[in-house]
């Protein structure tokens, strides 16, 4: 071999050996997840707990899958078109087989729909949600049209929810079964392999999904709840993966060289509110102690001063270590509905002084606020802080914190007057906070669940026609004005939106869910 | 003796009855765990209907009443959150936690009785000083802080051993542990470490006293005129008389290290019970919280007659007693 043919030969060989390395890639590794949660149940129709979807996302596919930003894309339908406001008209991919080797059609989005009320010991809420289908139509075996009640917005997004089942499980089929793999199929991107209880699950990849191939053909989840030892196996190299890092750890993390961290912002934002409808709101005084004669939070000055009084900037740098966003409204940017022209309420003391002082507190006065002490990243932390802003314009804050199994159960009991919540914000638009936070409490229709103080009719009536509204652009214009009205009230008070953390071993790239799932397919080997 | 064992039995019962009374109770008083287990977005009806599914609107004595109805037909109820039978959450991880607790009292008494022996038939020596001091700092060091530092440094730092979780498991004689492969052995020895470092200390500390009681005794100083080498009048005179509170103490220690390896579980991620009582605590998992007291409470009971059995072979004393009360 002359030197120059040789010479010649080098590109040759480097792309060889690059092909190489590329191979040894997709021929796939093992990939060990440290993890948070465990699931309660791999019946992916039994809770919508959505800690437990993540995992039924690797096992399962729904017709519509939420993307990192959740919006809706297609999964198991190709495409979807809106035939009439009531109709709805899905084209099933072709080809799909399930795990079992059955092929997927039109007669297991029947067969998944019935299953879905009849789940034995069910919770009923995925069924709750997709409740406005009132028939479902088959056209052709890849033709399926849904026709709802009456027009429903959220049927798309709820449709993310719903994991197809093969329709070979018959009607008898148990969560148990689920759960000790044996019903366990679906057409998703991994196989369920086991689940030992506390333990660890395993999925083997699926080569034939229609979704691409995931970089790794055996996935662990280790179920390590402690967030210490979760950050400490990654270390030691027992994990290639772990998630909910926590914020204070991550300066430490980064500085270390084994080690890459992704974030991006979550759908999950934290929220103040204050009890405007009671005479006496629980926990609120005059600076001696004694009650006052009226309730100061009814005053919107009192609520817009204690909003100008937080300085949210200084909470995400200082006390969250820059792992959150200063929120403007009750929903993270790039999200459905999400208003532009809203900022993160100015940081005035002195305003806030002046609106007291208007309000006729110019001495101030005295509340408790509560909130939850290992629920949110660095809850207890906030809430004091958010405490001493609060005393420096003259309210006198008595921070009461919390583990949630406590908090929760006395929140459901109306027994607070100022607390701290966050909400999920899980369908990746305006519509749940609005429907759940914000409408007013409404039995029949189930809106208002997680509202007992705040009450405004003219953004009832704006929620209901938002919701009932088909089309993307009129819809999300009247949500971005309902949240320009929940800010003019003040009375649900939006600080920060918190970050999804995810850490892993060097040479690995993970796209973060806002949502917080956990997904095995998001991770990719870097290919150098 | 039967007399004995049916009297300890009996207690055993009144206590079973007690426990599951206080904790039945103690979470109802907390409050009502719907909304810690449903998803945020459920409508008011559907947090109603699950509240109706589980029980929980009916009165808190109704709900003692059916619990107890159907305790008698050994059915211990289902988890409020993966609606498995509690029982069986319980007992799939038993295993491991009691693996744990055995591996940890082994490491306590080979390592603690030899340190107590040495420190107590040596009085001022440095060793005594050495094993005291390392004693009181292994009864308040606290747990967690002494497991991560485990992690750090044996994991972590020096990468020598897992950190955390349970290795593969072997099985033997139809038992299946990890203690019988050598990576279950690998991930058991920090969180076993951790486990043993209290009753370790109690073990020597109590070796310690005893072994230095004896040696002033007159079958001691006997044994030495007659001649005795040194290391049988410490390993079979002395031993053999100060084994009596350390055999007690192991078996009190025993029940202890099963119901508190919550701690070192949590810190470890060992798929015991443990771990599965923080997860039930926090989302009120009533069914699984009353089943595990009720599960540890047996066995307290348990090794407390077990005890007992043991003292009566020891001590011949006991044994003469108990017969003359029997008879």
Same mark, same amino acid.
């Given at each position: 071999?002359?030197?120059?043919?040789?010479?010649?030969?080098?590109?040759?060989?480097?792309?060889?050996?690059?092909?190489?390395?590329?191979?040894?890639?997709?021929?796939?590794?093992?990939?060990?997840?440290?993890?948070?949660?465990?699931?309660?149940?791999?019946?992916?129709?039994? /809770?919508?707990?959505?800690?437990?979807?993540?995992?039924?996302?690797?096992?399962?596919?729904?017709?519509?899958?939420?993307?990192?930003?959740?919006?809706?894309?297609?999964?198991?339908?190709?495409?979807?078109?809106?035939?009439?406001?009531?109709?709805?008209?899905?084209?099933?991919?072709?080809?799909?087989?399930?795990?079992?080797?059955?092929?997927?059609?039109?007669?297991?989005?029947?067969?998944?729909?019935?299953?879905?009320?009849?789940?034995?010991?069910?919770?009923?809420?995925?069924?709750?949600?997709?409740?406005? %289908?009132?028939?479902?139509?088959?056209?052709?075996?890849?033709?399926?049209?849904?026709?709802?009640?009456?027009?429903?917005?959220?049927?798309?997004?709820?449709?993310?929810?719903?994991?197809?089942?093969?329709?070979?499980? &018959?009607?008898?089929?148990?969560?148990?079964?689920?759960?000790?793999?044996?019903?366990?199929?679906?057409?998703?991107?991994?196989?369920?392999?086991?689940?030992?209880?506390?333990?660890?699950?395993?999925?083997?990849?699926?080569?034939?999904?229609?979704?691409?191939?995931?970089?790794?053909?055996?996935?662990?989840?280790?179920?390590?709840?402690?967030?210490?030892?979760?950050?400490?196996?990654?270390?030691?190299?027992?994990?290639?993966?772990?998630?909910?890092?926590?914020?204070?750890?991550?300066?430490?993390?980064?500085?270390?060289?084994?080690?890459?961290?992704?974030?991006?912002?979550?759908?999950?934002?934290?929220?103040?509110?204050?009890?405007?409808?009671?005479?006496?709101?629980?926990?609120?005084?005059?600076?001696?102690?004694?009650?006052?004669?009226?309730?100061?939070?009814?005053?919107?000055?009192?609520?817009?001063?204690?909003?100008?009084?937080?300085?949210?900037?200084?909470?995400?740098?200082?006390?969250?270590?820059? !792992?959150?966003?200063?929120?403007?409204?009750?929903?993270?940017?790039?999200?459905?509905?999400?208003?532009?022209?809203?900022?993160?309420?100015?940081?005035?003391?002195?305003?806030?002084?002046?609106?007291?002082?208007?309000?006729?507190?110019?001495?101030?006065?005295?509340?408790?606020?509560?909130?939850?002490?290992?629920?949110?990243?660095?809850?207890?932390?906030?809430?004091?802080?958010?405490?001493?802003?609060?005393?420096?314009?003259? %309210?006198?804050?008595?921070?009461?914190?919390?583990?949630?199994?406590?908090?929760?159960?006395?929140?459901?009991?109306?027994?607070?007057?100022?607390?701290?919540?966050?909400?999920?914000?899980?369908?990746?638009?305006?519509?749940?906070?609005?429907?759940?936070?914000?409408?007013?409490?409404?039995?029949?229709?189930?809106?208002?669940?997680?509202?007992?103080?705040?009450?405004?009719?003219?953004?009832?009536?704006?929620?209901?026609?938002?919701?009932?509204?088909?089309?993307?652009?009129?819809?999300?214009?009247?949500?971005?004005?309902?949240?320009?009205?929940?800010?003019?009230?003040?009375?649900?008070?939006?600080?920060?939106?918190?970050?999804?953390?995810?850490?892993?071993?060097?040479?690995?790239?993970?796209?973060?869910?806002?949502?917080?799932?956990?997904?095995?397919?998001?991770?990719?080997?870097?290919?150098? | 003796?039967?007399?004995?064992?049916?009297?300890?039995?009996?207690?055993?019962?009144?206590?079973?009855?007690?426990?599951?009374?206080?904790?039945?109770?103690?979470?109802?008083?907390?409050?009502?765990?719907?909304?810690?287990?449903?998803?945020?977005?459920?409508?008011?009806?559907?947090?109603?209907?699950?509240?109706?599914?589980?029980?929980?609107?009916?009165?808190?004595?109704?709900?003692?009443?059916?619990?107890?109805?159907?305790?008698?037909? &050994?059915?211990?109820?289902?988890?409020?959150?993966?609606?498995?039978?509690? !029982?069986?959450?319980?007992?799939?991880?038993?295993?491991? /936690?009691?693996?744990?607790?055995?591996?940890?009292?082994?490491?306590?008494?080979?390592?603690?009785?030899?340190?107590?022996?040495?420190?107590?038939?040596?009085?001022?020596?440095?060793?005594?000083?050495?094993?005291?001091?390392?004693?009181?700092?292994?009864?308040?060091?606290?747990?967690?802080?002494?497991?991560?530092?485990?992690?750090?440094?044996?994991?972590?730092?020096?990468?020598?051993?897992?950190?955390?979780?349970?290795?593969?498991?072997?099985?033997?004689?139809?038992?299946?542990?990890?203690?019988?492969?050598?990576?279950?052995?690998?991930?058991?020895?920090?969180?076993?470490?951790?486990?043993?470092?209290?009753?370790?200390?109690?073990?020597?500390?109590?070796?310690?006293?005893?072994?230095?009681?004896?040696?002033?005794?007159?079958?001691?100083?006997?044994?030495?005129?007659?001649?005795?080498?040194?290391?049988?009048?410490?390993?079979?005179?002395?031993?053999?008389?100060?084994?009596?509170?350390?055999?007690?103490?192991?078996?009190?220690?025993?029940?202890?290290?099963?119901?508190?390896?919550?701690?070192?579980?949590?810190?470890?991620?060992?798929?015991?019970?443990?771990?599965?009582?923080?997860?039930?605590?926090?989302?009120?998992?009533?069914?699984?919280?009353?089943?595990?007291?009720?599960?540890?409470?047996?066995?307290?009971?348990?090794?407390?007659?077990?005890?007992?059995?043991?003292?009566?072979?020891?001590?011949?004393?006991?044994?003469?007693?108990?017969?003359?009360?029997?008879?």
């Amino acid at each position: 071999m002359s030197a120059d043919t040789w010479l010649r030969s080098i590109p040759r060989w480097a792309l060889a050996a690059m092909a190489l390395a590329w191979l040894a890639v997709a021929q796939g590794q093992p990939l060990t997840i440290g993890t948070m949660v465990e699931p309660k149940s791999m019946d992916p129709q039994l /809770t919508a707990l959505s800690s437990d979807l993540s995992y039924y996302r690797h096992v399962f596919d729904s017709l519509v899958t939420p993307d990192d930003r959740l919006r809706p894309r297609p999964g198991l339908a190709e495409s979807w078109t809106v035939v009439s406001d009531t109709v709805y008209e899905f084209k099933l991919r072709r080809g799909v087989r399930f795990h079992d080797g059955s092929t997927f059609d039109a007669k297991d989005v029947v067969y998944t729909l019935e299953r879905l009320p009849k789940v034995p010991n069910g919770d009923g809420l995925t069924a709750g949600k997709l409740k406005p %289908i009132a028939r479902v139509e088959v056209i052709d075996p890849y033709t399926v049209r849904l026709h709802t009640s009456k027009p429903d917005s959220g049927i798309l997004r709820a449709l993310g929810q719903l994991f197809i089942l093969p329709k070979g499980l &018959g009607p008898n089929v148990t969560s148990d079964d689920f759960s000790s793999g044996k019903a366990a199929i679906g057409t998703g991107p991994f196989r369920f392999v086991s689940w030992k209880r506390s333990d660890n699950m395993q999925l083997v990849r699926n080569d034939a999904w229609w979704g691409g191939k995931p970089d790794f053909d055996k996935v662990t989840f280790r179920f390590i709840p402690n967030a210490a030892s979760r950050v400490a196996a990654l270390q030691a190299g027992d994990v290639d993966m772990i998630d909910f890092v926590p914020p204070l750890d991550v300066p430490r993390l980064s500085r270390d060289p084994k080690i890459s961290i992704f974030k991006a912002s979550a759908a999950r934002v934290i929220y103040l509110e204050l009890d405007t409808l009671r005479d006496v709101a629980p926990g609120v005084t005059d600076l001696t102690g004694k009650p006052l004669d009226r309730n100061p939070f009814k005053d919107i000055r009192v609520r817009r001063a204690i909003s100008h009084a937080i300085d949210r900037k200084l909470i995400v740098s200082r006390v969250l270590e820059g !792992m959150g966003e200063p929120a403007t409204q009750l929903m993270p940017q790039g999200f459905g509905g999400y208003n532009d022209a809203l900022k993160v309420p100015a940081f005035d003391p002195a305003l806030s002084r002046k609106l007291l002082a208007e309000a006729g507190y110019p001495q101030g006065f005295a509340m408790t606020l509560a909130c939850t002490n290992d629920r949110y990243v660095n809850d207890s932390g906030f809430c004091q802080a958010i405490g001493q802003m609060l005393a420096r314009v003259g %309210i006198k804050v008595a921070v009461d914190a919390m583990p949630a199994n406590v908090y929760f159960p006395k929140y459901n009991k109306a027994s607070f007057g100022a607390y701290i919540l966050g909400w999920g914000n899980s369908s990746g638009d305006a519509s749940s906070v609005l429907t759940s936070v914000v409408h007013s409490p409404n039995k029949a229709t189930g809106r208002g669940s997680w509202n007992h103080n705040y009450r405004n009719t003219t953004l009832d009536a704006l929620i209901d026609a938002a919701l009932g509204t088909v089309d993307d652009t009129r819809r999300e214009a009247l949500y971005a004005k309902a949240m320009e009205r929940v800010m003019e009230d003040a009375a649900i008070i939006p600080l920060h939106a918190q970050l999804v953390i995810v850490a892993t071993r060097k040479g690995l790239n993970y796209t973060p869910a806002a949502d917080e799932a956990t997904l095995a397919q998001n991770v990719r080997a870097r290919k150098n | 003796m039967v007399k004995l064992i049916a009297g300890r039995i009996l207690q055993g019962f009144g206590v079973l009855v007690a426990v599951s009374l206080i904790a039945f109770f103690g979470i109802y008083a907390i409050g009502d765990p719907t909304s810690l287990l449903v998803d945020p977005q459920a409508t008011q009806q559907d947090v109603e209907q699950v509240r109706h599914n589980l029980g929980l609107d009916q009165p808190m004595w109704r709900q003692y009443g059916l619990f107890v109805g159907s305790l008698a037909s &050994g059915d211990f109820g289902r988890s409020f959150a993966t609606h498995e039978p509690a !029982m069986r959450m319980i007992l799939e991880r038993l295993p491991a /936690t009691l693996e744990l607790a055995l591996a940890a009292i082994v490491i306590a008494v080979v390592a603690g009785v030899p340190a107590g022996l040495a420190a107590g038939t040596h009085p001022g020596s440095r060793l005594d000083r050495v094993v005291m001091t390392a004693s009181i700092l292994g009864f308040s060091l606290p747990t967690f802080w002494v497991g991560l530092m485990l992690i750090l440094v044996f994991a972590v730092n020096l990468g020598w051993l897992p950190s955390f979780g349970r290795g593969e498991l072997g099985s033997w004689l139809g038992i299946h542990s990890s203690l019988f492969t050598l990576d279950g052995l690998r991930h058991i020895l920090l969180p076993a470490l951790n486990l043993a470092l209290f009753p370790m200390s109690l073990v020597a500390r109590l070796t310690r006293s005893g072994a230095r009681e004896a040696l002033e005794l007159d079958f001691v100083r006997f044994a030495r005129a007659k001649g005795i080498s040194e290391r049988r009048v410490v390993f079979v005179h002395i031993l053999k008389y100060i084994s009596v509170p350390i055999v007690t103490m192991i078996g009190m220690q025993l029940g202890l290290l099963v119901a508190f390896a919550i701690v070192t579980e949590s810190v470890f991620s060992w798929p015991g019970t443990g771990k599965l009582l923080i997860e039930s605590i926090g989302r009120l998992d009533r069914p699984v919280v009353v089943a595990y007291l009720l599960v540890i409470v047996s066995i307290f009971v348990l090794l407390n007659l077990l005890t007992d059995l043991v003292y009566l072979t020891l001590d011949p004393r006991v044994r003469f007693d108990a017969g003359a009360h029997a008879e």
